[in-house]
């Protein structure tokens, strides 16, 4: 079993421009949810997907958006990235039950220069 | 959540040594809480779990305890090794609201030799 994976590792974008990450989630689990983690910080939850809708949303601006595909991958997509957005982006897949514990990537380190 | 600066709380604890980690968490609404460990470059790796239903839980090497009147979560780890060394997360779920992980600050556990 593979696992959550995360693809790209580490990326490097500019000011303005657009990202996409990707995640595809662990074998059997079909939610997905996306961090962010700044430097020396704890994860703070982006939003969650759920049979390719999005469920719930934490408190990011609109400028973030996602994506969930049939087969339970799922995309997050910034547009105009700020210095700010420079952060580890971690992916969390799970199934869907109460309490069932949430299995993270690696995460893909973006870097806005 | 809980957001800190860069500088994580740290504790140093010797090779066979027991730690403990604490963590405060802030929303009495919470049923479900559960502690990661992530090392340097890695995803938030599950550690254990427990509901608010419990006291306390235990798993191999590791205990989780749960004061709900006082809104405090520690994790006992016996006989830490070098291996434990990483940075440890508390996290925190709504009752109602699945899938959405708060986190805290976050610990820095160094082991010496």
């Known amino acids: 079993d593979a696992g959550v994976t995360q693809s790209p590792t580490h990326l490097i974008k500019t000011r303005g421009q657009q990202v996409t990450l990707r995640c595809s989630p662990k074998s059997g689990h079909d939610t997905v949810s996306w961090y962010q983690q700044a430097l020396g910080q704890g994860p703070q939850f982006i939003f969650q997907y759920y049979e390719e809708e999005e469920r719930q949303r934490g408190n990011f601006p609109d400028r973030f958006s996602g994506h969930q595909f049939p087969n339970y991958s799922s995309e997050l997509n910034v547009n105009a990235l700020l210095l700010g957005d420079s952060a580890l982006y971690l992916c969390?897949?799970?199934?869907?039950?109460?309490?069932?514990?949430?299995?993270f990537g690696q995460g893909t380190r973006l870097t806005v220069v | 959540g809980e957001s800190v600066g860069l500088h994580l709380p740290t504790l140093s604890v010797q090779e066979g040594d027991n730690s403990i980690i604490n963590c405060a968490y802030s929303?009495?609404?919470?049923?479900?809480f559960i502690w990661y460990k992530q090392e340097s470059g890695k995803g938030p790796q599950f550690i254990i779990d427990i509901r608010s239903n419990m006291d306390k839980r235990q798993g191999q090497r590791v205990t989780v305890l749960l004061n709900k009147t006082v809104k405090h979560l520690s994790l006992q780890i016996a006989a830490t090794q070098p291996g434990d060394s990483a940075v440890y997360f508390c996290?925190?779920?709504?009752?109602?609201?699945?899938?959405?992980?708060?986190f805290g600050a976050g610990t820095q556990v160094v082991v010496t030799p």
């Open positions: 996290a925190e779920k709504e009752k109602d609201s699945w899938g959405k992980l708060q």
């Open positions: 969390a897949s799970s199934p869907r039950r109460v309490e069932a514990e949430a299995f």
């Open positions: 929303n009495s609404a919470s049923d479900y």
